[in-house]
């Protein structure tokens, strides 16, 4: 599966940004598709996953702030962020595990959209 992310951008403190993760095929068979975020000079790290049940998890750091939903009808997963912070800057990658074999930090990616949270 093909991923290509967008809504990416710079964004003052305390703003919000959607970003949106279009696949090639149809999205509600993927097992789990995830959002990562890498921040200069850090590992990448899990932000957000959904699974084709409809189950989520974040992470501590963006809990409350962060909310992913799949919109089946868009073939799209989007990641809507709140009350950005300037350590949510980073690029931010959409991931994709079409099967439950896939080892999570495996599977298809998009290239990243870059978010920077600055005043």
């Known amino acids: 599966v093909q991923l290509v992310e967008s809504g990416g951008g710079s964004v003052q403190p305390g703003g919000s940004l959607t970003l949106s993760c279009a696949a090639s095929?149809?999205?509600?068979?993927?097992?789990?598709t995830a959002w990562y975020r890498q921040a200069p000079g850090k590992q990448r790290e899990l932000v957000a996953s959904i699974t084709r049940g409809g189950s989520t998890n974040y992470a501590d750091s963006v809990k409350g702030r962060f909310t992913i939903s799949r919109d089946n009808a868009k073939n799209t997963v989007d990641l809507q962020m709140n009350s950005l912070k300037p350590e949510d800057t980073a690029v931010y990658y959409c991931?994709?595990?079409?099967?439950?074999?896939?080892?999570?930090?495996?599977?298809?990616w998009g290239q990243g959209t870059q978010v920077t949270v600055s005043s």
């Open positions: 095929g149809s999205i509600s068979s993927i097992y789990v």
């Open positions: 991931n994709a595990r079409v099967v439950p074999q896939t080892p999570e930090g495996f599977g298809s």
